[in-house]
Structure formats: structure tokens, C-alpha cells
């Protein structure tokens, strides 16, 4: 069994001396914000997609579908059949091109009936590929309970499988599929702008400073306040102020460009050893020592044989080795504002792994040395 431990011999946080007077570093490179039209970082309370889903059953399999002991596949078939006339008890049923599938979609705001719409198809069952498969008239649901679309057509697939008993070969993921405009809305879900008295703009990221600058880009293109910055999130602007209809007030608003400040933020994932740093981030002082110690556990069985015609038992011995190489530590000397590139420069010059730096970042925020919230995923 091997085994590999990173060892943090030592993370020694010292601040340098203390700030010259006038700008510090960290002030000179303080970061201007960028330009980005509202639009982009907002979106319109009471405009959004719904969730739809159903269930129904993909056809015209090749052999590749749904088992018998999948009752429920056989039940829907036996079910579908029966309102076509065909009286067939479900128990009875042996149908290898048939397999019961979830359907899923997104319906967009400002939807309206006649509109098509792309689904997903993803199967309930033990089948073992879609390919070749065609849904059958299927409704979508939304939470209320009621059909807001329905769906039909071929499947595309971006996987496929072949072969069996045991020499087979797999691409993807043949058991979910994709039928584009393979929906059709029934139900018209639009919003009636006209009612709405109060226009309210949802910040994306939450930030006091962009929920601000908004409202105040709003109140120069106006040439009146009629914008108000609620809270870091929301902007509110009365329809009666304004005096316009509200597409026309909504399109004008759109385009308005603001600055942006983005957050300090560090991204990591350590399933995958994935690290994200944003370029604002900035560092503190540091003294990183790493280095790394390696452990090797080996186990050889040996049988114990005994003599011949004795009362002995033949065992199995274990014999284990173990055996440690332990590399000494490198450092990293960061000084008062050193960018992420900075970090990575150095950390890269020591050979460290994405997964070495996951656990270096943890342990400069715990000093207080990463001036950026950490998030992981």
C-alpha cells in the first residue's frame, strides 16, 4: 500500500515592517472595477424560467431497452395500449424496445403557446442505451401541477454502446438523450408588463457598491432619481416615475454600462485539485515552508510450511516493510501585497501539486494572510 502525506513542516505568517505613510501597496494596486452593461449582472424580478418534467417512453429500441422485471416500463406500455383499444395485461408484456424515460425542460419567460422548446431525456429503468429511440407523446408538468407543454420526436445521442457478454465498448452516456425543439408550448405563461408598478432589478453577485452605481447610472439616463438602491441585491425603479412603457424602460436600463468591482474570492475543489484565485486577490506577508514525507508500506505473504509427519499447522506469514523518505522543506518568501501570481510563481519553483496549494491557500487564510474569501466546492 502507498501512501503519500504532505506535511506542513511550518507556515510562519510575519508582517514586514509597518505601513509607509500615504498609499500602501495593497492601496496602489487597488483594482478600478470594469465596465459591464446592467443587464449582465442583473435580471428582472418575476422573469425567470420554470422547471417542467414528465414521464414517458421511448420506443424503437434495438433489443436495448427496458428488462421485465422493470414493471413499470410494461405497465405504461400496457396502459398506452389499452387507450388505443389494444387490451394487453402488462404481466405479459416481453418488450425489449421499449424503455420509461424522464423528460425535462425549461420554460423561458414570456413563453407562448406554439412555442418549441429543447428537452432532455434520461432513462428510468435498466436499459441499456437510448440509440435509435423515439419518445412518444409525453406532457410536461410544471410544480402547480399542470401541463405546460408537451413533448415527441426522435432522441439525439451523444454516446453510444455495442457489443456484449463481456467484449463491449461504451462512449458517454447512451442512457440520456436530447431532442432539440422536441416540445411545443400549450400554455401561455407571460407576464403582463403593463401591471407592474414597480420594476425590480436583482443583482446577480450581491454588492453594495454595484447595487449603487446601478442606481446611480439609472438616475443621470433619467435625469431624475427614480432608481433606489434597497440593499446590496435589489434596485427599485416605479413605473410612474418614469413615465415609459416598461420594455422601453427595461431596454434603456440594460444598456447602460456601470463598473463592477468582483469580489477577492478563492475557488477550490479538492475532488479534483481545482484551484481558482481572481486576480484581485491579495496576500499578506507570508513564510511558507513545505516540504513533503513519503511512506511506503509493503506486505509479502510467506506459507510456513511443516516438517513432515509433524503435528504442525500450515500458515500464511505476513511480512510487512515499511519505509519512510522524507525531503526537506523549501520556502517561499511572499512580501506585503504579492499577487496570486506571485503565489504561483513561487509555488510552482518548489514543485508543488494543486493539491499541495489547496492545502498551502487553507492554511494562509487560517494566518489571516489571504485577503480573499475562500470558498470550496
Not at 410494461?74 to 425489449?96: E, S
Not at 427595461?250 to 474570492?265: C, N, S
Not at 504561483?344 to 508543488?352: C, D, K, M, Y
Amino acid at each position: 500500500m502507498l501512501s503519500r502525506l504532505n506535511l506542513w513542516v511550518a507556515l510562519v505568517v510575519a508582517f514586514a515592517a509597518l505601513p509607509r505613510p500615504g498609499r500602501s501597496a495593497s492601496a496602489d494596486n487597488a483594482p478600478l472595477g470594469r465596465s459591464v452593461r446592467i443587464g449582465d449582472v442583473t435580471t428582472v424580478e418575476g422573469v425567470r424560467d420554470n422547471p417542467l418534467v414528465g414521464y414517458g417512453l421511448a420506443v424503437g429500441l434495438n433489443g436495448t431497452g427496458d428488462r421485465q422485471q422493470t414493471l413499470f416500463s410494461m405497465q405504461t406500455l400496457a396502459n398506452i395500449l389499452r387507450k388505443m383499444g389494444v387490451q394487453v395485461p402488462g404481466a405479459v408484456i416481453l418488450a425489449r424496445n421499449v424503455a420509461s424515460v424522464f423528460v425535462t425542460a425549461n420554460l423561458p419567460p414570456f413563453a407562448r403557446p406554439g412555442q418549441r422548446l429543447d428537452v432532455d431525456v434520461a432513462s428510468t429503468g435498466d436499459a441499456k442505451s437510448l440509440e435509435g429511440g423515439v419518445l412518444l407523446l409525453t406532457p410536461l408538468y410544471g410544480s402547480d401541477g399542470k401541463v405546460y407543454a408537451v413533448a415527441q420526436g426522435p432522441l439525439v445521442l451523444g454516446g453510444y454502446t455495442a457489443g456484449g457478454r463481456g467484449n463491449q465498448v461504451q462512449v458517454n452516456h447512451p442512457t440520456t438523450g436530447r431532442i432539440p425543439a422536441g416540445a411545443l408550448v400549450e400554455r401561455d405563461t407571460a407576464i403582463d408588463l403593463t401591471q407592474m408598478k414597480t420594476i425590480s432589478l436583482l443583482l446577480r453577485e450581491p454588492d453594495f457598491i454595484t447595487a449603487q452605481n446601478a442606481a446611480s447610472a439609472i438616475n443621470q439616463s433619467f435625469g431624475k432619481g427614480v432608481a433606489t438602491a434597497v440593499d446590496g441585491r435589489r434596485i427599485e425603479i416605479p413605473v410612474a416615475a418614469v413615465g415609459q412603457p416598461v420594455p422601453e424602460v427595461l431596454a434603456r436600463i440594460e444598456a447602460l454600462p456601470i463598473a463592477v468591482h468582483p469580489r477577492a474570492r478563492v475557488v477550490i475543489n479538492e475532488r479534483t485539485g481545482t484551484v481558482v484565485m481572481g486576480k484581485e486577490v491579495s496576500l499578506g506577508a507570508a513564510s511558507i515552508l513545505h516540504g513533503n514525507l513519503a511512506i511506503e508500506i509493503t506486505t509479502v505473504f510467506q506459507v510456513s510450511q511443516p516438517a513432515p509427519l509433524s503435528s504442525g499447522q500450515t500458515v500464511v506469514v505476513p511480512q510487512t516493510t515499511v519505509q519512510a523518505q522524507e525531503q526537506p522543506a523549501h520556502r517561499v518568501e511572499l512580501k506585503e501585497g504579492a499577487t496570486v501570481e506571485d503565489l504561483v510563481n513561487g509555488l510552482q519553483a518548489i514543485g508543488a501539486t494543486a493539491r499541495d496549494i489547496i492545502a498551502i491557500l487553507e492554511a494562509l487564510k487560517a494566518a489571516g494572510s489571504l485577503q480573499a474569501e475562500l470558498e470550496v466546492i
